[in-house]
DNA sequence: ATGAAAGCGCTAACAG
DNA sequence: CTGTTAGCGCTTTCAT
């Protein structure tokens, strides 16, 4: 068994509370007894258990976090920032991957509960009945929360503006003569990158055609990308460009045309969406639009820690915060460009 | 504040011994009393705190897990197979990612003991003096652990057998006539991957150029790779394919030689390792070695359990289990095959 | 079948 | 400065 303070005590011929001042040295404690503790604590290897300690300082120094799929580079690269910034606090930062299904957000979120995360970060955001349930819960409780998502329900959120980002990759595809524009999304609904994709339509006196729209709660983003465009090209629809929910499913489209005997951007022309690594190396470069990473992570971190620090008083008293990121539209070679990203109408 | 146990028991006019017994319906409890009980928790939306159980219980149903790069997809596929596992058991899956730094290491295992987590999964293996304290400190606490390389310190562990698909894949090489072939290798030290591109080497007779070997400890694979190439072609050095310590590298080398000139496989033949979603994907599609991911994840689970349920003499004596995977080349277009992978000398 | 009481390992008054 | 004591929220004997 691993000792604890009261062996430590013994050892070093103090009571307990004595121990467990040099360990926070908080109170003052003569130094020679102190060298005895500290003796003590090297020899018995003993670390204080936190657990105990957290039941009494009604905290846990943890923050979950649930995210739809880990294997997504923009979410790793997220939960590297956000791992970072907590673990300078002293927080241990917990992710959860749902795969895109949502009941597993409910079920992890009551583990969180479960385990009296100090904080939660949403990072995920199903659609479905479940959903309702599982931010009232975090309500109920009122728990610390920021969410990825635009205002949820109330909560604070730090969003990339992806109506602009989504709105600038389509107005660069139209401007480069492109009219039938596929949109191939994401497991999100609502889905603001759709709404960015009609926005450009309506901009410029455009009709989407909804045969050209595939959505999907997919496992593999990849895939996805693979299979949605071959659905396209098999239902024997008219596009010349194709606007993707993330880079993975871009890839997985031109993989996809490439099968099909399509070649990017000479047939078709493909805009991602994130920027993840890969996609400045891939033969065509991506076109793409670039999602702050940083930014977001350390605003999300800073507005957690404000309500951390409030008591549930002020906390249920705050009004949510929305802060918002604006996106970068980067042009590669897949959209056929390049063309300056300001280049409006 | 949160709803106690107390509270409970007095809403439903019991003691909290009696709503202790229904959570965890061990005991026999009339079913009249038993239904007051549940009401009252539902009414209250009572959650009972893990952590005071786990005090009682001497376990936290928590596991750490040491990775060294979640942006990697191959350890982030193996987080999601992991946490399935885990959940599936009720325990939760703590990832900390070291992004390549041995300090970090070491903090992880402290933080993990001071949360007293039941078992430990070390990914990562970095060299340097701060580890032997480490892997002391897991033993001193006899905490149960699986590590994902090679027999550790009498460790438990689950290992892909990287001797034998390196040595495969440099042997593709050599059968496909190529003689200078570069090794750019990880951040692993002892690597068994530099250790099956020699063996190849020796198989065949031929000598290991050591001009031709470049390490690194670096922060992103891609970039890794990307400028070990290029230093490779600026020291004017002769080789005609470049074996890779994993994927992301290897793309970034095939970027760096496209940035040269040089195109793949016509004038250097390329080799990844891991087979992560987007070698199929990429141009030219990525031969590689591709790692049993599932089988891996699922061995080391089932070897972490079994020690999970052993108490700590049991577990001091039992010898470590270290169970190996065999890898399966792929070969693909980088390479300039196709060839059987059989086809040895 | 249920309640009272003794802790789990630690911190935080409260006395000396 | 340091020891004693009362809990944190829960489980688990031991009685009843």
Redesign the pocket.
């Given at each position: 068994?691993?000792?604890?303070?009261?062996e430590?005590?013994l050892e070093a011929?103090?009571?307990?509370?004595?121990?467990?001042?040099v360990?926070?040295d908080?109170?003052?404690?003569?130094?020679?007894?102190?060298e005895r503790v500290k003796n003590a604590v090297q020899k018995m290897n003993?670390?204080?258990?936190l657990n105990?300690?957290n039941?009494?300082?009604?905290e846990t120094k943890t923050i979950g976090m649930i995210v739809p799929d880990l294997s997504n580079e923009y979410w790793a690269q997220l939960f590297d920032v956000l791992q970072e910034r907590f673990w300078n606090h002293k927080y241990t930062l917990i992710v959860c991957s749902t795969s895109h299904k949502s009941e597993k957000e409910t079920a992890f979120v009551m583990s969180f509960i479960e385990r009296r995360v100090d904080g939660i970060i949403i990072g995920s955001s199903l659609a479905g009945p479940d959903n309702e349930s599982t931010y009232d819960m975090i309500k109920n409780h009122a728990i610390p929360t920021v969410s990825l998502d635009p205002k949820k329900r109330g909560m604070n959120s730090v969003v990339g503006d992806h109506l602009q980002g989504a709105t600038d990759a389509v107005l660069h595809l139209v401007n480069l003569g492109h009219q039938n524009i596929a949109y191939i999304g994401g497991p999100l609904i609502p889905d603001t990158r759709e709404l960015g994709y009609r926005n450009a339509f309506m901009l410029n006196g455009l009709v989407v055609n909804e045969a050209l729209i595939k959505r999907g709660n997919y496992m593999y983003a990849f895939q996805f990308g693979y299979q949605a465009v071959s659905e396209l090209i098999e239902e024997n629809l008219d596009f010349s460009a194709v606007f993707c929910f993330n880079d993975a499913i871009a890839f997985g489209v031109i993989k996809g045309l490439e099968q099909h005997g399509k070649s990017v951007p000479d047939d078709i022309a493909i805009v991602g969406y994130d920027d993840i690594q890969m996609a400045s190396a891939f033969k065509p470069a991506l076109t793409t639009v670039r999602q702050p990473i940083r930014d977001i992570g350390d605003a999300l971190a800073e507005l957690l820690f404000e309500s951390l620090g409030m008591d549930t008083e002020t906390l249920l008293a705050t009004p949510p915060k929305n802060i918002s990121f604006n996106m970068e539209l980067i042009v590669r070679e897949s959209s056929g460009g390049p063309v300056s990203p300001s280049k409006k109408t």
């Open positions: 068994m691993k000792p604890t303070i009261k430590v005590a011929g103090v009571s307990i509370a004595t121990v467990s001042r360990l926070n908080k109170d003052k404690v003569k130094s020679s007894t102190r003993f670390q204080p258990d105990a300690r039941m009494i300082n009604k």
